[in-house]
């Protein structure tokens, strides 16, 4: 039976040798070099942040509709579509816009500091221009002059109005998302040519139309702008753009936020080593998410291609630094972790002298006494002869 002392004196030996061993298992320049690796990174995501954030009119939503990936049709569903969310004639003002122009209201009586006569005056102008917008959009919108290819080849001006236009555009967009999903390949033959011209007259119907959007919404900025006083005129412009409430908020809006500012906290505590490790998992988290929506595929762009194998490679840098503690050889974690006094607890308590027990010896164990026996006589076999 092992001696009750001997347990707790190997216990604490093993994990002083642990300690000792964790400690000279990687070489100092292999340290600094992972921390470089750490704070390039670091830099890298904090910028991108900060140039977002400096940015008011930035969206993500031109880098997820042309997702190609394996979750771009997640994506697709997630965010929907800014413009033709703006201009689906439904039962009154589309949602998406009417929530946007309610947000401005808020805003500019909040920033105006309207009294309560104003107030009254500038929500009948706005529900004025909720009504005219509604009108116009089952009318079928604004004409407009867009050019238009015949079957023989020739181009010719045609007045097309808002509602025919907005037809067209999600025809394209249709054909758009046919050809990533089904034809692209690196035997796609002529499907990029195509795909280029779709999203060249794409992208022209989709300016058409968010400038029918801005023109309902300078209508209702001239309407309101009309029941302030003059000392009122005089006040600094109402900044834009005007966000939402958070619980007005649509999916697009919350990546936009949560995009800008993960970057940002993200690139901080990469930077002065706090919180290193879930910071490293939360950027190449990230990474994942936009590699996932446009991959480096071999059809795409070669400029498209080199992003996607960036992504990658500092999505696997991220990977492997959350395997070190990079953070406490420099940074914020080093410095919680020498002030924590448990850590002092454990480390005297593993290196505090203990005394052995000896072993005692083990008796030898008695042999069991032999009575003498008499030899076994095997009687002779009779003879014949006897």
Known sequence: MRPEGLGRYKGRETQARLIQTSKNTMHWSTRVFLVLLRLVIGWHFLFAGREKLDTPNWTSEPYLRGAVGPAAGCYRGLIGDSVTDRLTPGDGLPPELRKDWQAYLDAFISHYQLDEEQKQLAQTKFDQRVSATASWLSQGGTERKVKKVLANGSTVEMEVRTESRLREYLDKRQQIWDIQDKELSVFSGGAPARLGILKGDADRLRTDLRADIDEQTAELKKALASVLTSEQQKMEPLPEPVQRRWSERNPLQWIDWLTRWGLTVIGACLLLGLLTRLACLG????????????????????????????????????????????????????????????????????????????????????????????????????????
Do not use: C
């Open 283 to 386: 950027g190449a988290g990230f990474l994942l998410l936009v590699v996932a929506a446009i991959p480096p595929l071999l059809w795409l762009s070669p400029d498209i291609q080199m992003d996607g194998y960036k992504n990658i490679l500092e999505m696997l840098a991220l990977f492997a630094l959350a395997t070190t503690r990079s953070g406490r050889w420099f940074g914020v974690d080093g410095l919680i972790q020498f002030l924590n006094p448990f850590r002092w607890r454990r480390r005297a308590a593993a290196e505090a002298p203990v005394e052995r027990t000896p072993t005692p010896h083990a008796q030898p164990r008695p042999q069991p006494t032999t009575r003498p026996t008499a030899t076994a006589t095997t009687p002779k076999p009779r003879s014949w002869r006897d």
